[in-house]
Nanobody, 118 residues
């Protein structure tokens, strides 16, 4: 009973920027990790960035993307800069943590489309 709502996707030209947001709501007691993954057409879903205390990035987005979290809002952000056509994909957020009954949860957002095209 943990819901994730994503926003911020869209279409942008190469070199442009976008900011994705994902907010967790419902039966949330504690959030451990927050992450972004992406899936391009015809490819497997791949991790992009994860943050527990410190962020970790895939090599393909290092120095261009920044993941951050606002614990008070149960929200994770992905600031994407210097976007390339190969960044085109559906982006999914993933949140792991504990419910109020101290059960673990592992929830996924519905996905938001990012298209980088001239």
């Amino acid at each position: 009973q943990v819901q994730l709502v994503e926003s911020g996707g869209g279409e942008v030209q190469p070199g442009g920027s976008l900011r994705l947001s994902c907010t967790a709501s419902g039966n949330v007691f504690k959030i451990n990790s927050m992450a972004w993954h992406r899936q391009a057409p015809g490819k497997q879903r791949e991790p992009v960035a994860i943050i527990v205390s410190n962020p970790i990035y895939a090599d393909s987005v290092k120095d261009r993307f920044t993941i951050s979290r606002d614990n008070a809002k149960n929200t994770v952000y992905l600031q994407m800069s210097s976007l390339k056509p190969e960044d085109t994909a559906v982006y999914y957020c993933n949140v792991e943590g504990l419910t109020r009954s101290l059960r673990t949860f592992d929830s996924w957002g519905q996905g938001t489309q990012v298209t980088v095209s001239s």
